[in-house]
C-alpha cells in the first residue's frame, strides 16, 4: 500500500538550501526525507522539554507538599511586595525633588 504524500512548497533562503543539499548528499537521501528527519526529531526535541518542565512541576509540588508550605499564603504574601515595591518606586519618580 502506498503511503500518501502532499506536495508543498516553502520558500527557503540560499544557505538553508545548501544545506539541506549537503545532507542529502551526506545521507545519501531526497531533500524531502532529510526534511522529514528534522521535522521529527524537532518535534520529538520539543516533546522531550514538555516531559522534562512537567516531571519538574511535580517535584515542586511534592516538594511543597512535603514541607507544608501555604502556597496561598506565599502568594498573597508576594502580590503586597510586589505592590508596596511598584508603589516605592513610583514615588520617587514623581518626587519633583
Known amino acids: 500500500m502506498a503511503i500518501p504524500k502532499i ?4 520558500s527557503l533562503d ?8 549537503s545532507l542529502a548528499r ?3 537521501v531526497s531533500k524531502s526525507e532529510v526534511l522529514r528527519r528534522a521535522i521529527h526529531a524537532a518535534a520529538g526535541e520539543k516533546s522531550q522539554r514538555v516531559r522534562e518542565k512537567l516531571e519538574a512541576l511535580r517535584q515542586l509540588q511534592a516538594y ?7 502556597v496561598e ?5 508576594t502580590r503586597a511586595e510586589r505592590r508596596a ?8 519618580w514623581d518626587d519633583p525633588s
Open 7 to 10: 506536495k508543498s512548497t516553502y
Open 14 to 21: 540560499v544557505e538553508t538550501v545548501r544545506t539541506l543539499e
Open 64 to 70: 511543597v507538599q512535603q514541607r507544608g508550605i501555604d
Open 26 to 28: 551526506r545521507w545519501n
Open 85 to 92: 515595591s511598584s508603589i516605592k518606586r513610583m514615588s520617587v
Open 73 to 77: 499564603a506565599w502568594a498573597r504574601e
